[in-house]
């Protein structure tokens, strides 16, 4: 069973800065299986990337993916105020689905 | 506009049952897979269920295998998910989401959330 580890759990930056989530498989899983999401306190997730690297609609161009294997990445290329939040990674195989652990960004 | 409304939530006791509903609009629903995911209170997301669009096809989470049925009306554009058997770790904020395209089990859109609660 694969099992999807992000760090850091935490990530202190202050608006403007450059932000690099990671998201480690415990084996390699294809490109196509892995997605981002951002969620805010008390709403439901939104989608932000899909695919390693294809933003969803209505997602900024601040936000890209990237990775291979078993080593994926979601960076935000400058911090907005609105972009302070926690992010999951997800991988899906044809039955199962699951979701990292979570990185929470906060403002510095 | 896509649309997703859960319902059903609530606070029951271990070993009782609740049917969760999710009512969708803005779509076509019968050719989207369907699927529910949850959130134990100031937890990360665990996927439950998934559904075909033609029902053809359901897979569970382990932790919920064999207590919770996965269903879906394509008449009435409705989602359910029967849970039994319910275990208080079971507590959790319950979404309903849209598969972004079929064969790319992603979710564009989400439901707000119904909180079901196991308590004795």
């Known amino acids: 069973e694969i099992v999807l580890t992000q760090s850091p759990g935490t990530l202190s930056l202050s608006p403007g800065e450059r932000a690099t989530l990671s998201c480690r498989a415990s084996q390699s899983v294809a490109s196509r299986s892995i997605g981002w999401y951002q969620q805010k306190p008390g709403q439901a997730p939104r989608l932000l990337i899909y695919s390693t690297s294809t933003r969803a609609t209505g997602s900024p161009d601040r936000f890209s993916g990237s990775g291979s294997g078993t080593d994926f990445f979601l960076t935000i290329s400058g911090l907005e105020p609105e972009d302070f939040a926690v992010y999951y990674c997800q991988h899906f195989s044809e039955t199962f689905v699951i979701f990292g652990g979570g990185t929470k960004v906060e403002i510095k | 506009e896509v649309r997703l409304l859960e319902s059903g939530g609530g606070l029951v006791q271990p070993g009782d049952s609740l049917r969760l509903s999710c009512a969708a609009s803005g779509f076509t629903f019968s050719t989207y897979a369907m699927t529910w995911v949850r959130q134990a209170p100031g937890k990360g997301l665990e996927w439950v269920a998934a559904i075909s669009g033609d029902a053809e096809y359901i897979y569970y989470g382990d932790s919920v295998k064999g207590r919770f049925t996965i269903s879906r009306d394509n008449f009435k554009n409705t989602l359910s998910l029967q849970m039994s058997s319910l275990r208080v770790e079971d507590t959790a904020v319950y979404y309903c989401?849209?598969?972004?395209?079929?064969?790319?089990?992603?979710?564009?859109?989400w439901g707000q959330g119904t909180l079901v609660t196991v308590s004795s």
């Open positions: 989401a849209k598969n972004l395209v079929n064969g790319i089990a992603v979710y564009d859109a």
